[in-house]
């Protein structure tokens, strides 16, 4: 058995680590913690989120958020002197007990909060989505709220709880500088995965329970690239095995999120069919990064997940649990720019980019503790995510000011790290969507270098090469592969 030894994980290139809130986006010069004071003691029984998600949606204006929010419920009190931010700052005590109002109290039929301004997504502007049918009509997204039985999703959170402060930040390279992830995480492979087939792990690493213990992070014992997990041209630096917790749930997730597919297979893609590209088979999660978020300003930039070990038309199951965060998402639009001989891309290109996007607009997911989200086959090809950073959070009891979000991910057998193409680096290649090029070249996949993203890696050898796949994105060295599609 060969032994798959992990790395460090970083995100593409595309990062966005502004913090810019939307709140920016006032119409007069009040502070926004001051406009949250004023509606909060008009409304004192609704959460901060609720009050700042209506103030963004009304543009900062304090009477339109107040009338969208219902009937004012006390005369206003006094306006208190400290900012609302710092009441749920780590060192205050949280206060628990508040009323998390549900803003579908206040959507219309379509799920969008009622204003006719929001009925699209517009430059620099974020439309909410509060309902799970909203979400599913404007996004490749399903989610799923109150998705596991209650103690099994705190048992959850607090064994992942437990484990967060051994969590680490990614470094990476991002337009010539070295950047720090404003989040932590760690990457899990599942016990039953370690032990057979192609994702079978070097027993010399673990405990005797199959475990490496809690925050144990092996050194890199085999520098044979081939068997590790790179990441923007660094290899993962540790790989855990699931905890218990996590290998159950994943079960769970897993069947969920077949019988999403299905479901979102008939009722979005042409003629109920999959994709091309997708995977016919069942969905089975053997590894999962596991991410934390310590307060409002931790957050993670707009990015696709990288492709490599996952293949095309990827799917994601994302178990969110503790403080409910903004998961935003943007179309990626593709552009016709021509496409270099060896796909790189460049600052001017980026910002090109950023600008491009940004005239679309975006949209929010909220996610509460205990809810699943489904990216489906076209989200990583079509849209970016990020979590946004939080002006406020609303305390969660077990969790306090954190968020811990799963993401359980398939790596396919014939993805796996020794049989992907390699660079001339040496190292293996990432797998991207292509957004640029001319025709058929836009929305193709492509194997390139990418140790020019690396922390400590020059410009990288510029390795470029189209990916071929059968119409089940299965690559030529796999076992059944019927022909390119
Ligand atoms: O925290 C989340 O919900 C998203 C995390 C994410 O995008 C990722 O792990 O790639
Ligand atoms: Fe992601």
């Given at each position: 058995?060969?032994?798959?030894?992990?790395k460090k994980r970083a995100f593409e290139a595309t990062l966005?680590?502004?913090?810019?809130?939307?709140?920016?986006?006032?119409?007069?010069?009040?502070?926004?913690?001051?406009?949250?004071?004023?509606?909060?003691?008009?409304?004192?029984?609704?959460?901060?989120?609720?009050?700042?998600?209506?103030?963004?949606?009304?543009?900062?204006?304090?009477?339109?958020?107040?009338?969208?929010?219902?009937?004012?419920?006390?005369?206003?009190?006094?306006?208190?002197?400290?900012?609302?931010?710092?009441?749920?700052?780590?060192?205050?005590?949280?206060?628990?007990?508040?009323?998390?109002?549900?803003?579908?109290?206040?959507?219309?039929?379509?799920?969008?909060?009622?204003?006719?301004?929001?009925?699209?997504?517009?430059?620099?502007?974020?439309?909410?989505?509060?309902?799970?049918?909203?979400?599913?009509?404007?996004?490749?997204?399903?989610?799923?709220?109150?998705?596991?039985?209650?103690?099994?999703?705190?048992?959850?959170?607090?064994?992942?709880?437990?484990?967060?402060?051994?969590?680490?930040?990614d470094?990476f390279k991002l337009f010539d500088?070295?950047?720090?992830?404003?989040?932590?995480?760690?990457?899990?492979?599942?016990?039953?995965?370690?032990?057979?087939?192609?994702?079978?792990?070097?027993?010399?690493?673990?405990?005797?329970?199959?475990?490496?213990?809690?925050?144990?992070?092996?050194?890199?014992?085999?520098?044979?690239v081939s068997?590790s997990f790179y990441y923007n041209g660094a290899a993962l630096?540790?790989?855990?095995?699931?905890?218990?917790?996590?290998?159950?749930?994943?079960?769970?997730?897993?069947?969920?999120?077949?019988?999403?597919?299905?479901?979102?297979?008939?009722?979005?893609?042409?003629?109920?069919?999959?994709?091309?590209h997708?995977?016919?088979?069942?969905?089975?999660?053997?590894?999962?990064?596991?991410?934390?978020?310590?307060?409002?300003?931790?957050?993670?930039?707009y990015h696709a997940d990288q492709l490599s070990y996952l293949g095309p038309r990827a799917?994601?199951?994302?178990?969110?649990?503790?403080?409910?965060?903004?998961?935003?998402?943007?179309?990626i639009?593709p552009k016709?720019l021509p496409t270099r001989a060896n796909g790189s891309t460049e600052k001017r290109d980026k910002?090109v980019d950023?600008?491009?996007?940004?005239?679309?607009?975006?949209?929010?997911?909220?996610?509460?503790?205990?809810?699943?989200?489904?990216?489906?086959?076209?989200?990583q090809e079509t849209?970016k995510?990020?979590?946004?950073?939080?002006?406020?959070?609303?305390?969660?009891?077990?969790?306090?000011?954190?968020?811990?979000?799963?993401?359980?991910?398939?790596y396919r057998?014939s993805f796996h790290p020794r049989h992907i193409p390699k660079c001339r680096c040496g190292i293996q290649c990432m797998l991207k969507c292509s957004m640029k090029g001319q025709g058929d070249n836009k929305g193709r996949h492509m194997w390139m270098c990418h140790t020019g993203y690396s922390e400590d890696a020059g410009k990288g050898c510029g390795f470029f090469e189209w990916a071929v796949f059968?119409?089940?994105g299965?690559p030529p060295w796999?076992?059944?592969?019927?022909?390119p599609?």
């Open positions: 058995m060969e032994p798959i030894i992990g966005d680590l502004s913090s810019r809130a939307d709140a920016d986006d006032d119409n007069d010069n009040e502070p926004t913690e001051l406009k949250l004071a004023l509606l909060e003691s008009l409304h004192p029984d609704l959460s901060l989120n609720t009050l700042l998600n209506a103030l963004l949606t009304e543009n900062g204006s304090v009477a339109s958020a107040s009338a969208l929010l219902g009937p004012v419920r006390s005369m206003p009190r006094e306006v208190p002197t400290t900012p609302l931010a710092a009441q749920t700052s780590p060192s205050k005590k949280p206060t628990f007990g508040r009323y998390q109002a549900s803003i579908a109290n206040y959507v219309g039929a379509s799920g969008l909060l009622k204003s006719p301004s929001k009925s699209s997504t517009k430059k620099g502007r974020t439309l909410h989505l509060y309902t799970p049918e909203s979400i599913v009509a404007n996004t490749p997204c399903t989610l799923v709220p109150n998705f596991l039985p209650p103690d099994l999703a705190d048992d959850l959170l607090r064994e992942l709880l437990d484990e967060s402060p051994t969590f680490t930040r470094k500088k070295v950047v720090t992830s404003p989040h932590t995480n760690a990457f899990y492979v599942d016990a039953e995965a370690t032990r057979t087939g192609a994702y079978a792990m070097n027993f010399e690493d673990q405990t005797q329970d199959g475990s490496l213990g809690k925050g144990k992070q092996p050194e890199n014992k085999s520098n044979e068997h630096p540790s790989v855990r095995t699931s905890t218990p917790v996590m290998a159950t749930v994943s079960r769970i997730v897993q069947d969920r999120v077949n019988a999403e597919i299905q479901s979102w297979t008939t009722d979005h893609c042409p003629g109920g069919v999959k994709l091309k997708q995977s016919p088979k069942e969905w089975r999660p053997n590894t999962a990064f596991v991410n934390c978020y310590d307060g409002g300003k931790e957050s993670v930039g799917i994601i199951g994302s178990l969110s649990l503790g403080v409910e965060r903004e998961f935003r998402v943007r179309r639009i016709d910002a950023e600008e491009h996007a940004d005239a679309q607009g975006q949209m929010s997911i909220h996610l509460p503790h205990n809810s699943l989200l489904v990216m489906h086959a076209s989200m849209f995510h990020s979590i946004h950073p939080a002006l406020t959070v609303s305390p969660h009891p077990i969790a306090l000011n954190k968020r811990i979000n799963i993401t359980y991910r398939h057998d059968d119409e089940d299965e796999a076992a059944g592969f019927k022909g599609a």
